[in-house]
């Protein structure tokens, strides 16, 4: 009897899904993830510094202020937040919220609870601002581009009914 795609078998399915949800849960998600996406950041940096590729000094294609602004604010200002992130978030938890001395305030237990929680947000803040990238990526790529093109298009048919106009006007003369 053939097996169907969606039936639960014990033996081929309980394993894999535990293994599954425990990699992606405790290992992947809260510790591999976020050091990807600040490896990522660090590599793109080094990429930008290396070729000097938010400059203004090639004006070219349809848009080209436009285009090097996006670079500027999608891919520089991003990434440098993503890599700095580590680094601000402890330099903000350790020195402007004197978060060392949250063992003279509360017992051990919480505290230390305190203390890995403050820890985990900062670890994981940077794949709150890969999120935001993306999002205003979409937004810019698509919704602005697409808003700008509209406009050229509205444009561009204002002046064929002019011309048409004025080559109607020019034959009823």
């Given amino acids: 009897m053939e097996q169907n795609n969606n039936s639960f078998n014990r033996e081929e399915h309980l394993v894999p899904s535990l293994k599954a949800a425990v990699y992606y849960l ?3 998600i809260p510790l591999l993830l976020p050091l990807s996406i600040w490896k990522t950041a660090a590599v ?4 930008l510094w290396q070729t000097r590729s938010v400059s203004f000094e090639s004006p070219s294609g349809k848009y080209p202020l436009w285009s090097m602004l996006y670079n500027y604010l ?3 200002v991003f990434d440098s937040a993503i890599l700095l992130a580590w680094v601000f978030g402890l330099y903000q938890a350790l020195f402007e919220f004197k978060g060392y001395e949250v063992f003279k ?3 051990f237990f919480p505290a230390m609870k305190t203390t890995l929680l403050g820890l985990l947000t900062i670890y994981t803040s940077v794949i709150l601002l890969k999120l935001a990238k993306e999002t205003l990526n979409f937004i810019l790529d698509n919704l602005i581009t697409w808003i700008l093109d509209v406009i050229r298009s509205i444009g561009q048919m204002m002046v064929n009914i002019w011309k048409l106009n004025f080559v109607i006007r020019r034959k009823g003369e």
Avoid: P, Q, R, W
């Avoid at 793109?44 to 990429?47: E, G, H, M, Y």
């Fill in 44 to 47: 793109s940096l080094a990429k």
């Fill in 74 to 76: 999608i891919t520089f």
């Fill in 26 to 28: 405790l290992i992947y």
């Fill in 105 to 107: 305030y509360m017992d």
